[in-house]
């Protein structure tokens, strides 16, 4: 797999919330949780299922971050 986004994550899918149009694949990525929501049509064409490994590409305009108070 070849992308031009650079900030790709190794994960685990651990669960999987299908919906009737979107699907939440729960995802730890070394103890970090990674919630990704993507069209149920693409869970199923891309054959997820928990135990899975996989990659998470980040690719976003904007990055919030935030301090403690």
Do not use: C, F, H, Y
Request: aromatic share 0%; net charge negative; proline share 1%.
């Amino acid at each position: 797999m070849r992308l031009s986004a650079r900030n790709k994550i190794a994960a685990k899918v651990v669960g999987i919330t299908r919906g009737e149009a979107t699907a939440n694949v729960e995802l730890d990525a070394g103890g970090v949780r990674l919630v990704a929501s993507i069209t149920t049509e693409a869970a199923t064409e891309l054959g997820l299922a928990e135990g899975m490994d996989v990659v998470a590409v980040v690719k976003a305009s904007d990055v919030i971050v935030g301090v403690p108070d």
